[in-house]
């Protein structure tokens, strides 16, 4: 908030929407306390959850701009935006999906957070960290919020999730959902967030890879991982599944993590920009099946073209 407004200690207001037209009322809070802070403390909090002041960053660039007053207090939900009617068979609440991790009998269950539609690197390493930790399923959890500019929409990742799970897993491996929450781009900060909404979720570890929600050169690409080692023991049962890069190499004819593959060059994976794939796509050509699933990659061309009609 801008301005206190005259809200103090013992005020109810409700929380509303601003994604959904009519601004309806997503919860209640009762404030407990009402703290003005300078403009150096949000700076100070901005740099220690981003790494960086740089106001082109864009998870930065929202938290800088939400005003100068803090409020706590006890938040009852009344309802969850737009995303249970837009996504009936995605979205889930944390209790439902432990729910139905249980009604699964599934034990041991591996996570996997996306905002992208998955390639056959994803897919790949998906079966492998469930293989390795000898999961009993996976948890594929999508981003429905706000993305960045560019990104796939939510509906689209969804449909290409789902065909290429339906495709090229097993029956009751692989459990579709997915949540409201806007990306931050707050790269080892928030894969402690993610894995604190994995671990609540019911799920036993959570995949975390490369440049795990970064952005741009802010973050060094496994510093997503490394965050977890001043993790003090115990705050955290959940536990990291630690990849790599994954691509299909030539060589072995199949999906690897490229740090395990020493005697590899750059030359023997088959590694496509985004930039690229894009292209083909808005040209209605397929990237090859090495990298994207056919199935999946007729979900984006139609897309893709759509743009352009």
Not at 96 to 105: H, V
Not at 115 to 121: D, K, L, T, Y
Request: hydrophobic letters at 40%.
């Amino acid at each position: 908030l801008t301005k206190e407004s005259g809200l103090k200690a013992g005020t109810r207001i409700a929380l509303r929407d601003p994604n959904v037209e009519g601004h309806p009322v997503l919860a209640v809070m009762d404030i407990d306390a009402v703290e003005q802070v300078s403009d150096d403390q949000i700076k100070s909090m901005a740099e220690k959850i981003f790494g960086t002041l740089d106001p082109e960053h864009p998870g930065v660039k929202t938290f800088t701009s939400l005003g100068n007053t803090v409020l706590s207090g006890p938040i009852q939900v009344l309802n969850f935006s737009y995303f249970q009617a837009d996504f009936p068979d995605t979205f889930r609440t944390a209790v439902e999906i432990r729910n139905e991790i249980a009604q699964r009998g599934w034990n041991k269950v591996v996570a996997f957070q996306t905002r992208n539609p998955m390639h056959r690197a994803h897919e790949e390493l998906c079966r492998m960290a469930k293989e390795r930790l000898g999961a009993d399923g996976i948890v594929i959890h999508m981003l429905l919020g706000q993305l960045k500019q560019g990104d796939i929409p939510a509906p689209v990742r969804d449909a290409c999730i789902r065909k290429m799970v339906e495709v090229y897993f097993e029956p009751n491996t692989v459990m579709i959902t997915g949540y409201g929450f806007d990306m931050l781009y707050a790269g080892p900060r928030e894969a402690v967030l993610h894995a604190v909404f994995r671990q609540n979720m019911g799920t036993t570890h959570l995949i975390v890879g490369r440049d795990h929600a970064g952005v741009g050169d802010y973050y060094g690409p496994f510093d997503a991982q490394t965050i977890f080692d001043e993790v003090p023991e115990g705050a955290l049962k959940i536990e990291i599944f630690r990849a790599d890069n994954t691509a299909f190499s030539k060589k072995l004819g199949q999906v690897v993590m490229m740090r395990e593959a020493p005697d590899h060059t750059k030359d023997d994976f088959i590694a496509l920009s985004g930039t690229k794939v894009r292209e083909m796509l808005g040209k209605g050509i397929a990237p090859p099946p090495e990298f994207s699933r056919p199935e999946v990659a007729q979900i984006l061309m139609d897309y893709y073209q759509s743009l352009d009609a």
